[in-house]
């Protein structure tokens, strides 16, 4: 490696084509220290949970310690911004969601990362599924009665979400799209509390995540009518899909994803992705992704581009029709 850095000069002043040799030796390398993970979101958040479960076994598979440093603020902006800024050397990850790459660039004026540009993906770990959540009081027992119900209350039942541009708000407004109902969105400042007073009767119904409502669903407390999924979740085997229930391609799924800073050597790429989906798929994770009700999910990095590429295209007709504009 070193040899290759020292023949910069000479292979520039002979207008050699060294950059290939020099990124296929560094490629062999990698990884030569300790490899730092950046997470948007705050220490025990369920993105953070899910990064350092795979961290784990990723620092043996590279190696090298693989260091989780959370970077949260501003909607994943202070996060998602360091990593963009940072070396393209491979020493630098972040893990992404939907909302910072789908959802933000639409949302924000002044968006200081752009994630096509900025970034080179890598792969998903995994998805969290989405469902739709009354609380136990609600007269309605299915899909098609809470629907009949809206439709006949115009502007009387309201929703939760952590704020507008969450992907439980985004689920929401296409439901209401789809179903031309009207029902106010009321903001919170976190799932959690959303969840809370939807058991408490206090709102009427949101879209939310097995892993926050799962438990209240157990204890008689809140009732899921469908879940935004292609089959059935294992924990609410008595749980339609939305299609089972009378409303096809309506399959809606935050996701989890790691990226790295664009110009990063595509063998390191590869590397990292070989060995992130040999993580994911791992026997050791599959119970921990099954308690947190999470699926795990992972891509080529192509194959990620393109799914960013459509669901770009898919969300945001949507996202400007709602008139978000954020500084």
Known sequence: MFGCLKSVAAAAAHGLL??????????QSY????????????AGSGTDVMTRAIAQPLSISLGKPVIVENRAGANTLVGLEAAARAAADGYTMVTTVFGSVIVNPFMYRKLPYDPQRDFEPVSLFARVPLMLVVNEPSPVKSLSEFVAYARARPGKLNFGSSGVGHPFYLAM?????????????????GTSQATQDLAAGRLDVMFNAPVDALALIKAGKLR???????????????V???EEAGMPDFNIASWMAVM?????PKEIVARLNREIVKAVNSPELSKFYANLD????????????QLIQRE??????????LGISLE
């Not at 999470?294 to 581009?305: G, I, K, R, Y």
Request: positive net charge; hydrophobic residues 45%.
């Open 240 to 242: 339609p899909t939305f």
């Open 18 to 27: 060294f950059f290939g040799a020099c990124g296929a030796a560094f490629a």
């Open 294 to 305: 999470m699926l795990p999910a992972t891509n080529t990095p192509e194959e990620f581009a």
């Open 312 to 321: 770009t295209e898919a969300w945001g007709p949507l996202i400007k029709s």
């Open 224 to 238: 899921a009518l469908a879940t935004a999924t292609r089959q059935r979740l294992p924990s609410l085997p008595d």
């Open 260 to 264: 790295v800073p664009a110009g990063t």
């Open 31 to 42: 990884p030569a220290a300790p490899v730092h993970w950046i997470v948007p979101f705050p």
């Open 173 to 189: 407004e296409m439901f209401k799209q789809r179903t031309r109902t009207d029902i106010v969105h009321v903001p919170y400042k």
